[in-house]
């Protein structure tokens, strides 16, 4: 069992602050997720937890032992680059047993292992072939094997499938999904690429100019994200976010802006600024005396997606994404009003950017600031 906790992991380089204090408790066999945008401390993140590179301040917790001192060889972690980092002049044998012949184990534990492995991922025939004889997806399953012949307690990964096509890197999504529930081992999984992380993660930690948003499962950040970053970042296109203001009309919470009308709940609340969420998929064209929300705004442009189509509509000045099934029956230049369930809004801080959601009949609070509250509907 191998449980890895990092402490307020920070790091500077110069004067830039590339990690702030990022605490993320790891438990045995999570694949979990580093997502976030390009220069948003990933990389440095993962090297810290492999021993490539010391943090400014924070521990590495493996199974209890602090191994923040620790050289990497002596941490039982594999990490697999982007660059797959292969030996050119090596055979695909030699490559996936090189690990294992450095830390002088026999050759015929070697053999059995190395076989054993390539069985697994499908390299059986290609023991013989050099690197450069090889695809990009048998490149990457090569960088893969030779981490697992190591049987280490940790597997780390650098956006490993960022240099293969389309095509590809849905298949190898599946395969290391796979790959995952048979080896039982922790994953740790960077990627700019949200798609990668809501299909093969147990849990996303989102990570925004080094500072961690939220660590939740794949459901739990695109149904309940804690801030407007992880709101925007998962989804496309993104959520929607409309300044608005709530407060109180007879007796009735209601969030208003330039075409928009939504009542909120029952309650008394002192007015305040807000921005109202809610997702290009959860909007729709309101049925005629519809007394849910309402967003009045004009038609803009329209993409066919093929099965879908979206339609970007200008609501009170903010463009607006509205998805759907083709075709949406919308025209560009037309007037529309259109609805979403109640619940499917989100009310954020202009100021913190945190969710907030409505508590008791008077108040507004942070979402997930109670901690007992993370599966509070807003309204
Ligand atoms: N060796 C380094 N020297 C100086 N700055 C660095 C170094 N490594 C990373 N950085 C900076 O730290 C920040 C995070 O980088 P990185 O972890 O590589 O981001 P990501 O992997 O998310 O793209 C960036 O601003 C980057 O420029
Ligand atoms: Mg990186």
């Not at 301040?57 to 972690?77: E, F, N």
């Not at 009949?361 to 599966?375: E, F, I, Q």
Request: charge should be negative; hydrophobic fraction near 45%.
């Amino acid at each position: 069992m191998t449980r890895i906790y990092l402490n307020e992991i920070r790091r500077e380089f110069g004067s830039t602050l590339a990690l702030d204090d990022v605490t993320i408790d790891i438990p045995h066999g999570e694949f979990l997720v580093l997502l976030g945008p390009s220069g948003c401390g990933k990389s440095t993140l993962l090297r810290i937890i492999a021993g490539l590179l010391a943090p400014t301040s924070g521990q590495v917790v493996i199974d209890d032992q602090d191994v923040t001192t620790l050289a990497p060889g002596k941490r039982d972690v594999a990490m697999v680059f982007q660059s797959y980092a292969l030996y050119p002049h090596l055979s695909v044998e030699r490559n996936l047993g090189f690990g294992l012949q450095v830390r002088h184990r026999a050759k015929d534990e070697i053999k059995v292992r190395v076989e054993a492995v390539a069985e697994q991922l499908g390299l059986s025939a290609l023991l013989a072939r050099r690197p450069k004889e090889l695809s990009g997806g048998q490149r990457q399953r090569v960088a893969l094997g030779r981490a697992m012949v190591r049987e280490p307690k940790v597997f780390l990964m650098d956006e490993p499938l960022s240099n293969l096509d389309a095509q590809l890197r849905t298949a190898t999504r599946q395969e290391l999904s796979a790959l995952h529930q048979s080896l039982k081992t922790t994953f740790i999984y960077v990627t700019h690429d949200q798609v990668e992380a809501m299909t093969m993660a147990t849990r996303i930690a989102i990570l925004n100019n080094g500072r961690l948003e939220q660590v939740g499962t794949p459901a739990e950040v695109y149904d309940e994200p804690a801030t407007t970053f992880v709101a925007s970042f998962i989804g496309a296109p993104p959520m929607n976010l409309l300044p608005a203001v709530a407060l109180s009309l007879a007796g009735r919470v209601r969030v208003m802006a330039g075409g928009v009308d939504v009542t909120l709940a029952d309650g008394d609340l002192a007015e305040r600024d807000v921005l109202l969420g809610v997702r290009p998929e959860h909007l729709r064209r309101a049925p005629e005396n519809s007394d849910g929300p309402v967003f009045t705004g004009t038609v803009l442009a329209l993409e066919n997606l093929g099965s879908e189509e979206i339609a970007f509509c200008d609501i009170g000045g903010v463009q607006v994404a509205v998805r759907g099934a083709r075709p949406l029956a919308m025209a560009v230049g037309e007037t529309v009003a259109l609805t979403s369930d109640p619940h499917q809004l989100y009310l954020f801080d202009p100021v913190t950017t945190r969710r907030l959601i409505w508590v008791h009949d008077d108040s507004l609070a942070v979402h997930g600031a109670a901690r007992a509250s993370t599966n509070a509907p807003v309204a």
